[in-house]
């Protein structure tokens, strides 16, 4: 693909307005490991199932597929700081520093998250340079809040729109 393409498609792709979320996974040795990601859709509902893309090179890709399972908590407006925090190279459990969380279907779910899927790995899907995950929801809770968004590299809520 030449670089303009590639650019060009940077630019739309930032005009896309995305939910906010940080995808979670537990090590053999118990470390949690997290990740945002815009990249995530419902993809089923019977069974209820979601995808999840990450980039091949992603270090709670290497846990999520040894373990078979990944949390997906959705964030809300106020949590534009830890969506930050789990976009770094910090080592895996610094990312947790200072986060409420517990194990909860064999993945860390944060406790503050607006929405948490517990999810079970049911598919491997290759797209380019990332790996989509299928995965059927096992768990789930959710509670009421303004959901964080990422538009134009900027972080965000949703607005609604009269009549
Ligand atoms: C708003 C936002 C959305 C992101 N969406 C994705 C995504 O959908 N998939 C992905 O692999 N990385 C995504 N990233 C980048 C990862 O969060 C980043 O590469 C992370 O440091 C990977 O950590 P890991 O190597 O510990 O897994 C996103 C980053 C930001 C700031």
Not at 38 to 57: C, G, N, R, T, Y
Not at 66 to 77: M, P, T
Not at 130 to 142: N, W
Request: charged share 20%; proline share 4%; aromatic share 6%.
């Amino acid at each position: 693909m030449s670089e303009g393409l590639q650019e060009q498609f940077r630019e739309v792709m930032a005009r896309v307005a995305t939910p906010v979320s940080v995808v979670t996974g537990l090590a053999d040795d118990e470390t949690p490991y997290g990740s945002t990601v815009s990249a995530f859709a419902s993809l089923s509902m019977e069974p209820p199932m979601v995808l999840v893309s990450l980039v091949k090179s992603s270090r709670l890709l290497a846990v999520v597929r040894q373990s078979g399972r990944f949390g997906l908590n959705i964030l809300g407006s106020a949590h534009s700081q830890l969506a930050r925090t789990f976009a770094t190279a910090l080592a895996p459990e610094e990312k947790f520093t200072g986060v409420d969380w517990a194990v909860e279907a064999g993945v860390p779910r944060l406790t503050g998250a607006l929405s948490w899927l517990g999810c079970t790995v049911e598919q491997e899907v290759e797209g380019g340079d990332h790996l989509v995950l299928f995965g059927s929801v096992s768990s789930l809770s959710s509670c009421a809040g303004e959901p964080l968004t990422y538009h134009r590299r900027a972080f965000g809520t949703h607005t609604k729109l009269e009549g």
